[in-house]
């Protein structure tokens, strides 16, 4: 495997160089997309898109990397995280996911991260190299109303990650929202309504940075909360009991125009038929299985497979620094009742339909960018791996800091060397 993967990794980086088409033939391919699953085939990429998917004969000239017996599917996508934003979250220094009082906004709404997100964050190779080749991040708390405005990111070896900014909004009215403002919910909901209607007056589309506003929000805040309502950002609502769950579907009912997923969804499961009739996606951690507080008593591993069953489309995810384990939390949704491609496409094309990118991500489909993995076997099995990641067409380095102490502590423990010989840099 060592080999295979080392003259894979070199003929993929070669190809960045002499720009040739590259083909990765042989493999069982999960396209996500209208063609299935194909045996025995062909994907080729050029210029960093899909140029086709089949089981036809790669070009004539082009890189070749035989994945027999391996299986390949569309780069992951991390549905909720903060990553760029924070590498230690309780570090003396900054973390650029939480945001403190500031004279730009009394909602959070104005907040944008796009101007924060560091590339070169450990926990970016990290989670690379278990396949997840983009993310969606953002603030993971303001102790406003809103958290912010995220952004949609890839994990490749890119200066500019962004690849959509502005991607959403956070809201949320669960009871860690309800704490942050006014300590009930009685507030909070009373806060959203006041932002809502502040931001339906006809004067915010006249508003300059000279126009006097005396609204409780911000100038800011309100345009991006007109955004809102319009339906140009989608709005991400954490929630996790039923209750609060139904007062999203109230604030829909009142509010058509806007684009929710729900965040968490605890409780999901006993209001899933009135989400799949709102149209309403969620994004959830299937690992929820105990009442960690009175708005999660209904916790249970079958939550994503009766949402599922529902008609709802669920997406998979969870805090930035276990995102790697993103695959695994599918598979044993899959364990507990979801269909084998709905926990696929959980990591696909339902965080990609969610942000509104699925004309580039989440499939693989000629035309699209080429984020591509190639695995040992069943990416929801623990026991398989990514053995390659491409991102944009380019092969991505399969290290990570993590990588780097097992093979340094590994050599440690066969003699070769003292703990305090060398230097690791992260």
């Known amino acids: ?241 039923a209750a609060d769950i139904r007062q999203v579907l109230a604030l829909k009912a009142r509010h058509p125009g806007l684009d929710i997923t729900l965040l968490e969804a605890t409780e999901g499961w006993r209001v899933a038929q009135a989400l799949a009739a709102a149209d309403i996606a969620v994004i959830l951690d299937p690992e929820r299985n105990l009442p960690y507080a009175f708005d999660q008593l209904g916790a249970t591993l079958h939550n994503a497979a009766r949402l599922h069953a529902a008609g709802v489309d669920v997406a998979i995810g969870m805090n930035t620094h276990n995102i790697r384990l993103a695959k695994q939390h599918a598979g044993n949704a899959v364990a507990n009742g979801l269909p084998w491609e709905a926990g696929l496409a959980a990591l696909t094309r339902v965080p990609a339909r969610i942000y509104g990118v699925d004309d580039q991500l989440g499939t693989l489909e000629a035309g699209k960018r080429a984020d591509v993995v190639i695995w040992s076997g069943d990416p929801l099995e623990v026991t398989h791996n990514a053995e390659q990641v491409f991102i944009n067409g380019q092969a991505m380095s399969m290290e990570s800091r993590q990588t780097r102490l097992r093979d340094r502590y590994l050599k440690l423990a066969n003699g070769a060397g003292a703990a305090t010989s060398h230097y690791v840099r992260p």
């Not at 002499?18 to 299935?36: L, R, S």
């Not at 200066?159 to 669960?174: G, I, N, Y």
């Open 1 to 241: 495997m060592k080999n295979w993967l080392t003259i894979m990794t070199a003929s993929a980086l070669s190809l960045a160089v002499h720009a040739k088409d590259v083909a990765i033939v042989g493999a069982t391919v999960h396209t996500m997309g209208p063609q299935g699953s194909l045996e025995n085939a062909t994907v080729v990429m050029r210029d960093g898109k899909i140029l086709s998917v089949g089981q036809q004969a790669a070009p004539a000239g082009a890189e070749i990397i035989d994945a027999s017996g391996k299986v390949v599917t569309p780069g992951l996508m991390g549905a909720y995280t903060s990553l760029g934003l924070v590498e230690v979250g309780l570090s003396a220094g900054t973390v650029d996911a939480t945001v403190d009082a500031t004279p730009l906004t009394t909602a959070g709404a104005a907040l944008d991260v796009q101007y924060a997100i560091n590339p070169d964050s450990s926990l970016i190779a990290v989670s690379r190299i278990e396949g997840v080749t983009s993310a969606a991040t953002g603030l993971s708390r303001t102790q406003q109303l809103f958290n912010g405005q995220g952004a949609l990111i890839s994990l490749g070896d890119d200066a500019s990650p962004v690849l959509k900014p502005r991607a959403f909004v956070r809201l949320a009215v669960d009871n860690d929202g309800a704490d942050s403002n006014g300590g009930s919910r009685v507030a909070l909901w009373g806060l959203l309504e006041q932002a809502f209607a502040e931001a339906s007056d006809p004067a915010v589309g006249r508003l300059t940075a000279t126009s006097e506003w005396h609204g409780w929000t911000t100038k800011a805040d309100v345009k991006v909360i007109k955004q809102l309502l319009n339906g140009d950002i989608p709005l991400l609502i954490e929630a996790k009991r």
